[in-house]
């Protein structure tokens, strides 16, 4: 089975400063990796996701991850932030489900970044 | 089309009422998912179906009754639900059981809220 923990629930952050979100797994199987953002009343939107190759993957809206085997960590960061940035943000892992050959999207508790001017 | 859409975006219901909820894909994915999501927590899975058949029930009270009618269609039927139900549910789609790599399309959600 996998794990994820966000450690953070809560970060608070100056409009245009950086930001970065801690996202830690554990899984006994090769894993893929994810990260939304909810915006309020809102679904889940995509923000990027880790397959294989470069480490460091880039997504919309200025977000990138680095993903570490090592430390078992795909932290999210962002140089700049913006008001609009103001959500919820989840990391999530793709594993094999094992009872039906499928895979499970497992989700960390989420980090809730408000952003102030 | 990119979108995955959820119907009604909100509901009330009583305990003794009998509701569904709708979400439509039109994509080609044919793996799709329900999710309960509440306040402040991360979302949870309830039922996947794969080529419109039922391949995961995440031990989900049978209050809950799934449907894929067909490969763009799911429908989730709510019968005799109590307060503790009221939630966020979340349809999501991705192109096929078996591919993580993809990630899922999430839709908007339906805000249920059961009195």
């Known amino acids: 089975a996998q794990s994820v923990t966000q450690l953070d629930s809560q970060v608070p952050v100056f409009e245009e400063a950086p930001v970065e979100l801690r996202c830690n797994y554990s899984?006994?199987?090769?894993?893929?990796l994810f990260w939304y953002v909810q915006y309020p009343n809102q679904g889940l939107q995509l923000l990027l996701k880790?397959?294989?190759?470069?480490?460091l993957v880039k997504g919309i809206n200025g977000f990138e991850a680095e993903f570490n085997k090592s430390q078992t960590s795909f932290h999210l960061r962002k140089p700049s932030v913006h008001i609009s940035d103001t959500a919820e943000y989840f990391c999530a892992v793709s594993a094999l489900m094992i009872k039906a050959a499928g895979n499970k999207l497992t989700f960390g508790g989420g980090t809730r970044v408000l952003v102030k001017p | 089309d990119t979108e995955v859409t959820q119907t009604p975006k909100h509901l009330v219901m009583g305990m003794t009422n009998k509701k569904s909820l709708k979400c439509e894909q039109h994509m080609g994915h044919r793996a799709m998912y329900w999710y309960k999501q509440k306040a402040k927590k991360p979302p949870e899975l309830m039922f996947v179906y794969s080529y419109e058949k039922l391949s995961i029930n995440e031990s989900v009270p049978s209050r809950f009754s799934p449907e894929c009618p067909n490969s763009s269609l799911l429908n989730l039927h709510l019968h005799a639900l109590q307060p503790e139900d009221s939630a966020l549910y979340l349809c999501?789609?991705?192109?096929?059981?078996?591919?993580?790599?993809?990630?899922?399309?999430f839709g908007s959600g339906t805000r249920l809220t059961v009195v």
């Open positions: 880790y397959l294989s190759g470069s480490t």
């Open positions: 899984s006994s199987v090769s894993v893929y």
């Open positions: 999501a789609s991705s192109p096929r059981l078996g591919q993580g790599d993809y990630g899922y399309t």
